[in-house]
């Protein structure tokens, strides 16, 4: 098992150079997630359009270098997605880190596979699916009101 | 002197592997590692004299019962108690603090009653006196950690106050390494009337411990810090303010006459010994405090004292790498590195079979204080070797490698 695995290139890259990194505006969602076994603590904004698409994201935080990195990888990959697609793609995503789904799947080029070294360190899954499962919780929260909202 | 190479060859599981490389086991402030002299011990309780403690009257139950209090015996000395019915047996420290929290808490905590704990308290000695204080109306008092690491003993006599009635405190921080003068606090609570308990997990088993000279009221510890198995800890208590208590847990083994509405209660200890206890536990602990006193607790410490030196100096001369914490300390070192989370050092470490911790030590508030989400912690005992931190420093160099790779 290989160090360069886990910290590869594009990890280390996002993890220092995070993309969308930082607060938003009045978000149509703002989530909240924590690892509480290594304090990892993650916030998610996203902004819904009136088709249901992701128009913006961002993230905020603190965290180590494989949750920062997919958090940062997350917020490219989600923008333009709608809320189902987006919860689609989440539901691969868990699959993948937690061994039941395929990497490869995604494409060779694909920069998501760069979270593939993760499985083989299975106390950093949690680290890696963080930002992942907190948009998952803030669309899950996002819908709730809305048909709160409705009746 | 204390040799950890021959020390080490009690401990089956320090000969293993991780990750292809010899285990240097770098966390025993979190869980000690146990010699075959404590397995052995619980091995042979369970194979030989298995029965429940204080009930029956065959041979096994004796057995059991003599082992048990024996355990208790050595308890008592070993941090010299002055009688065996001062010394509780609990699951662990948690246990132990939560036993005076809601025992002696809900009894003598009253409206507007003041607690004084410290910014550096292990989440143990904070939330059980959350809780009662939210449940009697009580107020928390905090002394502050000064920018070394340490406490101003000073300020114990600015907080302390008419309406004191406990100060609770670390004896050793669990992250900083940092020793606190409790003795000194003790006297200064004492001359206010307040009542004193000591979080000694990280002092009993690493240097000599005297409850009667520090004067504590209450002072809790656990045997897996100390060579021993889990789910067995120590609540000593001053008898004369354990007796005054109310119970704990209910149950068998704590009661003296049971009638279907009202119940008289056992004897200290026992009256805070609820149901069947864990006998095989104390049986290990007593090995282990077996192990401990033909060690030498002054050995311990000064072993640890060189390791923990040697693991400064070599730390500090890493660039980018910050030492939490005073000269003066236990064997705990917490650090941070610039531009590597506490959690991605641990993993890196962790492939050269390096094993520390990483994360927030159950001491958020002290995070806080420090200004950091978490540290890594290196931390010492009698087994760990010189040449164990070199491999330390050796890895740590290798992690500012993995994150030098992109700018």
Redesign the interface.
Known sequence: MSLDELYGEIILDHYKNPRNAGEMEDPSIKSQGFNQSCGDDITIFVRVDENGRISGIRFSGHGCAISQSSASMMTERMRGKTLEEAEEFISRMRKMLTGGGDFSELGEYDELSALRGVTKFPMRVKCASLAWTTLETGIEEFRGEGRANRT | MLDPHRIRTDFPILSREV?GKPLVYLDSTATTQKPTAVLEAMRKYYERSNANVHRGAYTLAQEATEAYEETRSKVARFIHAPSDSGVIFTRNTTEAINLVAQAWGRANLHAGDEIILTEMEHHSNLIPWQMVARERGAVLKFLHVMDDGTLDVGEVDTLLSDRTKLVGLVHVSNVLGTINPVKEIAKRAHAAGARILVDGAQSVPHMPVDVKDIDCDFFAFSGHKMLGPTGIGVLYGKPKILDAMPPFLGGGEMIREVQLDWSTYNDIPWKFEAGTPNIGGAIGLGAAIDYLDAVGMGEVRAHEERITAKALAALRDIEGLEVFGPEVRGGVVSFAMR??????IA??LD?DGVEIR???HCA?PL?RRLNV??TARASFYIYNTESEIEVLVESLK?VKE??A???
């Open positions: 990750n531009g590597a989370h506490p959690h991605d993993t890196i492939q990483a994360g927030h958020q995070m989400v978490a290798k993995v994150f790779r992109v700018s």
